[in-house]
C-alpha cells in the first residue's frame, strides 16, 4: 500500500487543520492507521491511530482533547483533525499502516511497514 500525506501548513496558536492519509495500492481495510510526528532533531512520536475496521481510535496523551482521527471508507482516507494547536506541536506529521501492528505496539514507529511521505506543521505563537 502506498500512502500520501498532505494537509500540513502554518497556523497560528489555537488555530486548527485537518490532515489527510490517501492510499493507493490497497484498501485501508484490516490495518491500523496511526500518525507519527517528529519535531527537528526528536524521535519520531506516535500521535494517533484507528483500527479501520473497529473505528478504534487512541491518542497521545498530549493530544487527548485536541485531535481526532477519522476515516472516509468510500474515499479511502484517514484524517487526522488538529484543533487547539500549538508551538509544540509543530513537526512532521507522518500516516502510517499496518495490517500485523498489535495493540500494545501501535506506538511503535519500527512495527509500520508503510509510511507517507510526511507533512510539515507550523505553529506559530
Known amino acids: 500500500v502506498q500512502l500520501q500525506a498532505s494537509g500540513g501548513g502554518l497556523v497560528q496558536a489555537g488555530g486548527s487543520l485537518r490532515l489527510s492519509c490517501a492510499a493507493s495500492g490497497s484498501t485501508f481495510r484490516n490495518y491500523k492507521i496511526t500518525w507519527f510526528r517528529q519535531a527537528p532533531g526528536k524521535e519520531r512520536d506516535f500521535v494517533a491511530t484507528?483500527?479501520?475496521?473497529?473505528?478504534?481510535?487512541s491518542f497521545a496523551d498530549s493530544v487527548k482533547g485536541r485531535f481526532t482521527i477519522s476515516k472516509d471508507n468510500t474515499k479511502n482516507m484517514a484524517y487526522l483533525q488538529m484543533s487547539s494547536l500549538k508551538p509544540e506541536d509543530t513537526a512532521v506529521y507522518y500516516c502510517a499502516a499496518s495490517s500485523r501492528v498489535i495493540a500494545s505496539a501501535v506506538t511503535s514507529p519500527a512495527q509500520y511497514a508503510w509510511w507517507g511521505q510526511g507533512t510539515l506543521v507550523t505553529v506559530s505563537s
Open positions: 484507528l483500527n479501520w475496521n473497529s473505528g478504534r481510535t
